[in-house]
């Protein structure tokens, strides 16, 4: 078992930046694979960014060049920079945890996972 804590979240106004912090702890060998995903009301869990262990990173078209995903492995803290927020960008946040190489960014290639604070954005 991985546990994933989050911290941060929270209601915010249009255009803010908040940061959402993930402590990865309770392992014997660090997982290799990171990935922060969100799910909005009635729609499916989606994923915003990932981060692999030499600091590879990807994100999804809809936040590219607003959101950074970032790791600090001596604090064992995951990370999540949301820059330009707007209400579109209203959901419950989850980070997640893989040992072996997702297939992409997708639900089912993450074994273990946060609790899901909830952003809300105002305009």
């Known amino acids: 078992q991985v546990p994933l804590v989050e911290s941060g979240g929270g209601s915010v106004q249009s255009g803010g930046s908040p940061r959402l912090s993930c402590a990865v702890s309770?392992?014997?060998?660090?997982?290799?694979?990171k990935a922060w995903f969100r799910q909005a009301p009635g729609r499916g869990r989606e994923g915003v960014a990932s981060?692999?262990?030499?600091?590879?990173?990807g994100y999804a078209d809809s936040v590219k060049d607003r959101f950074i995903i970032s790791q600090d492995n001596a604090k064992k803290t995951l990370y999540l920079q949301m820059n330009s927020l707007e209400p579109e960008d209203t959901a419950k946040y989850y980070c997640?945890?893989?040992?072996?190489?997702?297939?992409?960014?997708?639900?089912?290639?993450?074994?273990?996972w946060g609790q899901g604070p909830q952003v809300t954005v105002s305009s």
């Open positions: 997640a945890a893989n040992y072996l190489a997702p297939r992409g960014l997708l639900p089912g290639e993450y074994q273990y």
């Open positions: 309770g392992y014997t060998y660090r997982p290799s694979y």
């Open positions: 981060i692999d262990n030499t600091g590879t990173t």
